[in-house]
């Protein structure tokens, strides 16, 4: 009877622990540049066995390397979100809009607030034509009102300038769903 021992190497830079000597220098390399929170996000990415590297970027805090780490753990297309120049809040209106399926590319834009992502993500996900819309001259209020006015039906081009303030298109649009009712 022959009793056959597997012996497996394993590399430890911290408390991480690696199955080949690469991964570990890469890793050491990451100490004296990221904090303790992205080296674990980081880290989860190597366990998970995604491409970490994509988010191997000072310039993201730990909150947004966990956005885009679960999103390239859930096949999603990170390249529209994983861009520094997002914040936390613009990251997470992209990445559910990629997980709803949307145009993404319509509001993945650093100009946007994540206030007038979600309202041009709200109307592509109700089959809407954002477009309309989808402009950062507009508030994301002025961007709701515009909203409301197409899911109700209504000719938004009346009032579709951001000229008015979002309490006038508010006010056109409740003047015109009423005669509408008519």
Request: charged fraction near 25%; hydrophobic fraction near 35%.
């Amino acid at each position: 009877m022959a009793i056959i021992v597997e012996v497996k190497t394993t590399y430890k830079v911290n408390n991480f622990e690696f199955n080949n000597q690469k991964d570990a220098e890469t890793f050491d390399n990451y100490l004296n540049v990221f904090d303790n929170r992205q080296l674990n996000e980081l880290y989860e990415g190597y366990k998970n066995k995604i491409d970490y590297t994509i988010y191997a970027n000072p310039d993201f805090n730990a909150e947004q390397m966990e956005l885009i780490r679960e999103g390239l753990e859930d096949e999603l297309d990170v390249s529209f979100y994983a861009i520094p120049v997002f914040n936390w809040s613009q990251m997470r209106e992209i990445c559910s809009g990629l997980e709803d399926k949307v145009n993404v590319s319509l509001y993945a834009k650093p100009e946007y607030t994540y206030q007038q992502m979600f309202e041009i993500h709200f109307g592509l996900k109700n089959g809407l034509d954002a477009s309309v819309y989808a402009n950062p001259e507009f508030t994301w209020k002025q961007m709701k009102q515009i909203r409301l006015g197409l899911e109700q039906g209504l000719d938004v081009s009346i009032y579709t300038n951001s000229k008015y303030s979002w309490k006038e298109m508010e006010k056109i649009r409740k003047e015109l769903k009423s005669k509408n009712n008519i």
